[in-house]
């Protein structure tokens, strides 16, 4: 009923910058919370980056001042501005996504984008 599709990962150098992009479609009444999570081999997925619908952000101590979270609510999309990578922020990155659908009848549930991958070397 929802689907996210994410893009903008790819191979970058240290000190480098990436957009990732997540446009949410379907049948969609709101959307709430929109954020970015990622996940390394061998880890647990972890927040990244929060925005609220009222435009209040919220990081992760080890991306702050490095990562902006932005989105635009009337293409129903999410954002994440990734400046100074390091090696360490290696990762696949997943949007998720608070949407309710069809009506305020509707409860709301997350929806998670499909994964791309970010790659940066040193």
């Known amino acids: 009923q929802v689907q996210l599709v994410e893009s903008g990962g790819g191979l970058v150098q240290a000190g480098g910058s990436l957009r990732l992009s997540c446009a949410a479609s379907g049948i969609i009444f709101s959307i709430n919370t929109m954020g970015w999570y990622r996940q390394a081999p061998g880890k647990q997925r972890e927040l990244v980056a929060l925005?609220?619908?009222?435009?209040?952000?919220s990081y992760a101590d080890s991306v702050k001042d490095r990562f902006t979270i932005s989105r635009d609510n009337a293409k129903n999309s999410v954002f994440l501005q990734m400046n100074s990578l390091k090696p360490e922020d290696t990762a696949v990155y997943y949007c998720n996504v608070e949407v309710q659908i069809r009506s305020s009848e509707y409860p709301l549930r997350h929806y998670w984008g499909q994964g791309t991958q970010v790659t940066v070397s040193s």
């Open positions: 925005i609220f619908t009222g435009g209040t952000t």
